[in-house]
């Protein structure tokens, strides 16, 4: 599976971003999730996506700022974020969990089978 994540930028405190996630496959039973990684600073799962039900889990500090969707006719999955602060500057990886049966979302990065390369965010105060 290759993943070809895209829409990153800068933007002001309080703008808005969308991300997209290309996949080159992508089955019913996959996850796909959104990570970030900002300098100095670990990998940082931030929500993810069944593919069959649509099902979506987000880590509390991105919760009502942040929403995940996914269009099964192009593979593609979406990070909206909005009311973005300068605290959300980072690199933002999408992620494939390529499970050979349905499992709960999982938010640990080691879980996630497949990367994209990443599209950096930055956002100025």
């Known amino acids: 599976v290759q993943l070809q994540a895209s829409g990153g930028g800068s933007v002001q405190a309080g703008g808005s971003l969308r991300l997209s996630c290309v996949a080159s496959?992508?089955?019913?039973?996959?996850?796909m999730g959104w990570f970030r990684q900002a300098p100095g600073k670990e990998r940082e799962f931030l929500g993810a996506i069944t593919w069959r039900e649509g099902n979506t889990d987000y880590e509390e500090s991105v919760r009502g700022r942040f929403t995940i969707r996914r269009d099964a006719t192009k593979n593609t999955m979406y990070l909206q974020m909005n009311s973005l602060q300068p605290e959300d500057t980072a690199v933002y990886y999408c992620?494939?969990?390529?499970?050979?049966?349905?499992?709960?979302?999982?938010?640990?990065?080691?879980?996630?089978?497949?990367w994209g390369r990443g599209t950096q965010v930055t956002v100025s105060s």
């Open positions: 992620a494939v969990r390529a499970s050979s049966r349905r499992t709960p979302i999982r938010r640990i990065s080691s879980d996630y089978d497949y």
């Open positions: 496959a992508i089955f019913s039973q996959y996850h």
